[in-house]
């Protein structure tokens, strides 16, 4: 059974960093893809980063993130991260850590929906 445990969230004031991080376990794909969606209150779940997992590493950014948030992954603890930088209020959101076996993006933009999800971590950034 997939796991997907996510952390590192937290209230923050604009300008100021978090990193996320997502602890995943069960399963055994050769080829997959890891990536974090988010969803503001009252809006639709958005892709906000992914990372394709022994496919060469390429990885994928919302136009709205590019140059602020990073994702990377530690291979040997089998954990997903977001170094989110210059947060602005347009980023309070809960946060997702997802798993899919095939895609990862759309026209090089990180999908939004994956096949296995974690519970998400509230990310609340002030002005």
């Known amino acids: 059974q997939v796991q997907l445990v996510e952390s590192g969230g937290g209230s923050v004031q604009a300008g100021g960093s978090l990193r996320l991080s997502c602890a995943a376990s069960?399963?055994?794909?050769?080829?997959?893809?890891m990536g974090w969606v988010r969803q503001p209150p009252g809006k639709e779940r958005e892709g906000v980063a992914s990372i394709f997992i022994g496919g060469g590493g390429s990885t994928y950014y919302a136009d709205s993130v590019k140059g602020r948030f990073t994702i990377s992954r530690d291979n040997g603890k089998n954990t997903l991260y977001l170094q989110m930088n210059s947060l602005k209020p347009e980023d309070t959101a809960k946060y997702y850590c997802?798993?899919?076996?095939?895609?990862?993006?759309?026209?090089?933009?990180?999908?939004?929906?994956?096949?296995?999800r974690g519970q998400g971590t509230q990310v609340t950034v002030s002005s």
């Open positions: 069960g399963y055994s794909y050769r080829t997959y893809c």
């Open positions: 997802a798993v899919d076996p095939v895609y990862c993006a759309i026209d090089h933009k990180p999908r939004a929906e994956f096949r296995h």
